[in-house]
């Protein structure tokens, strides 16, 4: 190996939210549908949003 890879960020948190079960429900079959998972999609959310708006603190 080149030692080019991203090392990925170990993911040690969690976030408890609370959304209606048929926005869930909507969102884990759309998910599905798309061959990705709900999770994949929050921090892709997540990661956008703290791009667009702010900076990463690193804490």
């Known amino acids: ?3 080019t890879k991203k ?3 170990k993911k040690n948190s969690q976030l408890v939210i609370r ?3 048929q ?3 909507n969102f884990v079959s759309l998910c599905e549908e798309l061959d ?3 999770a994949r ?3 892709r959310f997540i990661r956008a949003f703290v791009a667009e708006n702010g900076t990463d603190s690193g804490s």
């Open 1 to 3: 190996m080149t030692g």
């Open 7 to 9: 090392k990925k960020a």
């Open 19 to 21: 959304i209606n079960d």
């Open 23 to 25: 926005e869930r429900d």
């Open 36 to 38: 990705t998972s709900a």
């Open 41 to 43: 999609e929050i921090r």
